[in-house]
């Protein structure tokens, strides 16, 4: 009989008790650094936690047939000339594997882009770029030293 597989780890919320909160994750990430210079102080005890989460998605232009195709066409050129090269170390004539990798590969990528857009049948013609960002970045820290890392930073007023 197998061993028993261990329960898979789930993620479980941040423990502390807050010691100062930011606009930015840079302003939180300077004040876990301030505290990091400090010899004597745990930083293990801090975590940064992102509250308030959005997903913000940027259009940055818009979708058509020649940019699909063209953009299918040069990912699958690089893919074949890295199959090619890769093909042709191993063969006295490397010339041919190599034009061959990139024939086969634009063929590939340009079938590759063009399925998968040709079966949106127009309700995303656009691209896009996706990023998690919070409203407000608090730093927590264990209650044993959560008392002095607040002192600390109120005295360093990192805004």
């Known amino acids: 009989m197998a061993p028993p597989r261990p329960a ?4 479980t919320p941040p423990e502390g008790w807050p010691v100062g909160s930011f606009r930015s994750y840079a302003k939180a990430q300077e004040a876990v650094d301030m505290l990091s210079d400090l010899d004597e102080f745990p930083v293990s005890d801090l975590t940064i936690v992102g509250v308030d989460l959005m997903q913000v998605e940027k259009v940055v232009g818009r979708l058509t047939w020649g940019k699909v195709l063209g ?6 050129a690089w893919m074949g000339l890295f199959f090619g090269l890769l093909l042709g170390l191993f063969q006295e004539d490397w010339v041919s594997p190599l034009i061959t990798g990139v024939a086969v590969g634009v063929i590939f990528g340009v079938v590759a882009a063009a399925v998968p857009y040709a079966m949106q049948n127009g309700r995303r013609d656009f691209a896009s770029t996706t990023s998690i960002v919070a409203g407000r970045y608090d730093v927590l820290c264990a209650p044993r030293t959560a008392e002095r890392a607040r002192d600390i930073l109120a005295r360093k007023a990192i805004r």
């Open 8 to 11: 898979p780890r789930t993620p």
């Open 71 to 76: 953009g299918g066409a040069l990912y699958g």
